[in-house]
């Protein structure tokens, strides 16, 4: 799928976001392999810390729709900056796929590409036999 679908797609789902503490919509989409796109918004909640980003909901989402293989995750917000993925949702990511495309977008739909391997280099994976 081209990029640009996919921040189009961010961008228009940025318009559920639950940002109702820090004002801040951020809204994500993410391309399955076999082609199916899992769309995630910021939910806040008046106990700040249960907050859950955009782009853990939508990996939540594809995960318990059975869906494992990921390709690529656009990210944007209302910011006129380029929207980059926090380290919690790097290593949620970095779970799946170190090959990711992130996508990351300002509000005017303009992007950046990065794999995830290179903006999360050396995540944490539980090594061993036994894992
Ligand atoms: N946020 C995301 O949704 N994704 C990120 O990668 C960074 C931060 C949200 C969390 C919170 O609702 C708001 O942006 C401000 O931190």
Known sequence: MD???L???ALEVREKAYARYSGFRVGAALLTKSGRV???VNVENASYGLTVCAERVAVFKAISEGERE?????IASDSSEKTVPCGACRQVLYEFCEDLDVIMADREGNYEIVK???LFPRGFKLGGEEH
Do not use: E, H
């Open 70 to 74: 990921f390709v690529a995750i656009a």
């Open 7 to 9: 921040v189009k797609i």
């Open 38 to 40: 899992f769309t995630g």
């Open 116 to 118: 995830l391997r290179d």
């Open 3 to 5: 990029p640009k679908k």
